[in-house]
């Protein structure tokens, strides 16, 4: 019930025709945030494959981030600019959680989104052509996993009743943590499989960059909220790409 919920919660397809979902599995989502990312990432890399018959390189990849924007709807990226408004205008913990509930997006913001799909267009038209799918399948495996761990890393900013989606994310159980590092095993040994000991750097950073910004909530909002986890994805993937271009280019 909790995978299913976590379908339901990540993307916009109507899994809860499935099946209803007590709200207390709505808590256990973000372990299993990684096989979304398998979900995302391969959607990414079938509608890549699919219009390079017809369009160039750089039209395909527009499509593919255009298609996991309308699979996830831009829930991930919703909490990229919140957080940028939030920190870029916030003074204190009080203010920097209001302005992250606001539902208006700031100049911060807006310049945050624009930031982001500039570095992650730029960055996939310079990796491998014949390599991307499976970068954007690993990237987005990897940041969600990456990611995933700030609920066991930081308690919750809020109150449970001030979340904007009423829920607050219970820490990872033993057969959590299992399942969640299990789907990055299998994403690492694919990329070592299938490219070799050359990517590994694009493992690493991304890890650096999450303990980074999980050091920098501790310090401005001891916390995380929702959207915290949102912009953490997306800092984590943004950072798999740009170390694969290096690496693509340097090594």
């Known amino acids: 019930m909790n995978i299913l919920a976590t379908f339901i919660f990540f993307t916009r397809i109507p899994f809860w025709r499935i099946r209803e979902v007590p709200a207390s599995c709505f808590k256990h989502v973000v372990p299993y945030w990684p096989l979304i990312g398998m ?4 959607t990414m890399a079938l509608v890549f494959l699919m219009t390079r018959f017809f369009f160039p390189i750089g039209i395909s990849i527009l499509f593919a981030i255009i298609a996991r924007l309308l699979l996830t709807g831009c829930l991930h990226e919703d909490g990229l600019a919140d957080c940028l408004d939030a920190f870029g205008g916030g003074t204190n913990k009080e203010r920097i959680l209001a302005i992250m509930k606001d539902s208006h997006i700031g100049s911060y913001g807006v310049i ?8 992650f267009y730029v960055c996939s038209i310079n990796l491998p052509a014949r390599h991307l799918p499976l970068f954007f399948i690993i990237g987005d495996v990897w940041g969600k996993f990456t990611a995933s761990h700030i609920i066991n890393l930081l308690p919750y900013a809020r109150k449970e ?30 990329l070592i499989l299938l490219l070799g000991t050359t990517y590994i750097p694009a493992l690493i950073l991304p890890i650096m960059t999450f303990l980074f910004f999980v050091k920098y909530l501790q310090k401005r909002i001891q916390g ?13 993937e943004l950072t798999f790409q740009i170390t694969a271009v290096f690496c693509s280019y340097n090594l």
């Open 161 to 190: 009743e001030e979340s904007k989606a009423h829920n607050v994310y219970s820490r990872m159980s033993c057969i959590e943590l299992i399942f969640n590092i299990t789907i990055a095993l299998i994403t690492t040994i694919s």
């Open 224 to 236: 995380y909220t929702g959207d915290c986890c949102g912009f953490a994805f997306l800092a984590s």
């Open 112 to 119: 945050g989104l624009i930031c982001y799909f500039l570095f």
């Open 39 to 42: 979900l995302t990432g391969s």
